[in-house]
């Protein structure tokens, strides 16, 4: 943004200033009231147009060589002080130049480095969301492969207990099977204890017949 200049009224302003409060209206004198900024040139001018103004119907009367040597060493005076003025607000200025100078690099380094970082976290955010996105892939995968898990699981429940109902049915007749075993064994033994018993009755009697020389009659059952 351009810098406004300094202006006629402002001038006028500070030169009543320095008048009303008996002061001498110098141009160094107008121009410190105002700190120390605008040309020399411009203050001349509007001091010049603001000295006719105040005084438009009575003019001066002519300068007395003493006052104009005395005005020519004040102004010799207040153009060193002014000289001086603008030499020191100028190494003032060089001196707040390299400062800015210096708080632009340092800034434009904290810039980088913010950047930088800015990259970092970026790329460490744009890595956790691949990460994210791949680990939200893999739960919903764990998580289809959990429901088939538990189906088969549920199918294995059901088909372990049907397994486990025939088992105990093939069980029941297992037994029912043993028990028709131990009784055809039973009945068996006791079929052949009754041929054993016959066989040795039959014996018996052949062996009397030898004896008495005539064969014995066996009773019809």
């Not at 059901?158 to 007749?173: I, P």
């Amino acid at each position: 943004m351009a810098r406004t200049g300094i202006t006629k009224d402002q001038v006028f302003e500070a030169a009543r200033e320095i008048r009303d409060e008996g002061g001498t209206v110098t141009i160094a004198a107008v121009r410190g009231r105002l700190g120390n900024t605008g040309s020399y040139s411009t203050y001349s001018r509007h001091l010049a147009e603001w000295r006719k103004q105040e005084s438009p119907e009575n003019p001066a009367p002519p300068t007395p060589a003493s006052v104009e040597t005395i005005a020519r060493r004040l102004w010799s005076e207040a153009w060193r002080q002014a000289s001086e003025s603008l030499e020191s607000a100028g190494r003032q200025w060089e001196k707040e130049k390299k400062h800015l100078e210096f708080e632009l690099h340092n800034l434009a380094i904290e810039l980088d480095q913010s950047k930088q970082a800015f990259d970092e976290v970026e790329d460490k955010l744009q890595s956790t969301k691949k990460t994210l996105l791949e680990k939200t892939l893999a739960f919903e995968h764990l998580k289809d492969d959990h429901e088939k898990l538990e189906k088969t699981h549920e199918a294995t429940l059901e088909r372990a207990g049907k397994l486990e109902r025939d088992n105990a049915a093939l069980s029941q007749k297992l037994d029912a099977a043993i028990r028709d075993i131990t009784r055809l064994e039973n009945e068996l033994a006791e079929s052949r204890a009754q041929e054993r018993q016959a066989l040795e009755e039959a014996a018996a009697l052949r062996g009397l017949e030898s004896v008495s020389g005539k064969p014995s009659r066996r009773k019809k059952s």
